[in-house]
Every structure is written in C-alpha cells, then in structure tokens.
C-alpha cells in the first residue's frame, strides 16, 4: 500500500521560511507527477507546486520566486522550501502523488496533510 506523509508543520512569523518534506512508502516503481495542494480554511484546495519525474515545475502564480519545489527521484521525495512566507499562506498543505506505477491499480495518492500557519 503507497503511503504519503508529510513533515514540516509549523508556525511561523510573516516574512519567514519553512520547508516541508514529503515521504513516500510502499512498492513503489515510479512517479510521474508529485507535489503540493494547500487548502485554507473555508477555501477550496488548490494547487501550490508541481514536479514531473523530468524535473518540470509549475508553481501557482503567488508563490513563484518564493516556493521552490525539489525531488528526490530515487528516494520518490518531494520538498517544498517556503521563503518569504505571507499570512495568506496559512492552509493545510497535502502532498499528492499523481502517474504513480505500482502493484496496484490505483494511480494517484494523498498525504493526510501538514498544518502551516503564518502570523501577521
């Protein structure tokens, strides 16, 4: 069974940096697409960042030149490093594993999520 699981969580002043890391565990061939989904209360989920196996990102707009994601292709690891963290970045930040090839047929997974608050 593929399982994710983020680490990271925390709580941070505006202007301030965190990063969170995301593991993966299972038998686990490869994985296409991997990344980072927030949700803030009362808001839908969205997309934060992206990584292919490839290394092609896509970042959402608010969050290019201070979110960098990175991966680990061969420990199947994401990390998102946050700089210049803003109060508007508070959400639950979920980890999502999309194209992944292992036993089962199941191809995309979810982290239980990480809480990261920023204060103003």
């Known amino acids: 069974q593929v399982q994710l699981v983020e680490s990271g969580r925390g709580l941070v002043h505006a202007g301030g940096s965190l990063s969170l890391s995301c593991a993966t565990s299972g038998r686990i061939f490869s994985i296409n697409t991997i990344g980072w989904y927030r949700r803030a209360p009362g808001k839908q989920r969205e997309l934060v960042a992206t990584?292919?196996?490839?290394?092609?990102?896509n970042y959402r707009d608010s969050v290019i030149g201070r979110f960098t994601i990175s991966r680990d292709n061969a420990k199947n690891t994401v990390y998102l490093q946050m700089n210049s963290l803003k109060p508007e970045d508070t959400a639950v930040y979920y980890c999502n594993a999309d194209g992944v090839l292992t036993i089962s047929l199941r191809t995309n997974f979810w982290g239980p999520g990480t809480q990261v608050t920023v204060s103003s």
């Open positions: 990584i292919t196996s490839g290394g092609s990102t």
